[in-house]
């Protein structure tokens, strides 16, 4: 017969209630790959934009629009929701699939709605509606730092010009929402810029400008 001493011990054992803790490991920042691929997509479009390239080479930009612009922004959008980061995994997100859906609508979508002398008026919601969202997304970008801030209201004047010009047919404005785009695409790489070099020195080499209480945000709890 089995001794107490021979038998194995229950405590042992790990339980559901009793498992062992494994840490969670770390992941890279994924703000400086979004903000580079929206940078870089939005800079090419927005030369075409202003007229400085002629516009017949603007499909060029479909390019990065769908694997930068894209792709690579939408898997950082994933990343931040792994990093718990509400507002960068519902910007990249979100400007991931704006550039997905970009490349659709000039690739397959605008040059086949009807009746053709009333598409602008397609293109300018779909612009409005992209405004809107900026807009609000401006206000939460208050409480991340001035470089995202300057990236978000740059980014909100653009979209609002671009469909102004859209709803009124008119290429002074179109062009001048190009202008803004450029200002937009280069906040937005000065922002990855500055992630990226903060991250490899180990240390505050482009200044960020944190917002007051921008540490402060609750993340999101489960109930208990």
Do not use: C
């Amino acid at each position: 017969m089995s001794t107490p001493s021979s038998m194995p011990a229950r405590e042992a054992v790990p339980t559901a209630d009793h498992a062992p803790s494994v840490p969670s490991p770390s992941i890279a920042d994924p703000g400086p790959l979004g903000l580079a691929g929206f940078a870089m997509t939005t800079f090419v479009l927005s030369v075409f934009n202003t007229n400085l390239i002629d516009q017949a080479l603007g499909t060029s930009v479909l390019v990065l629009a769908l694997f930068y612009g894209g792709i690579a922004q939408l898997l950082a959008g994933m990343w931040e929701f792994r990093k718990g980061n509400t507002f960068g995994a519902l910007a990249f997100t979100s400007y991931g699939a704006f550039w997905l859906s970009y490349y659709w609508l000039v690739h397959d979508i605008a040059g086949g709605l009807q009746p053709a002398d009333q598409a602008y008026k397609a293109v300018g919601l779909y612009l409005l509606a992209w405004t809107i969202f900026t807009a609000y997304m401006t206000i939460a970008a208050m409480r991340t730092n001035g470089a995202v801030l300057a990236v978000f209201v740059a980014l909100t004047l653009t979209f609002l010009f671009l469909t102004i010009g859209e709803f009124a047919k008119n290429t002074g404005i179109h062009k001048f929402g190009g202008w803004l785009g450029i200002i937009t695409a280069l906040l937005a790489w000065y922002a990855s810029f500055a992630g990226v070099t903060n991250s490899t020195w180990g240390k505050t080499v482009m200044p960020t400008w944190p917002l007051a209480n921008a540490g402060a945000i609750p993340r999101s709890r489960s109930a208990n």
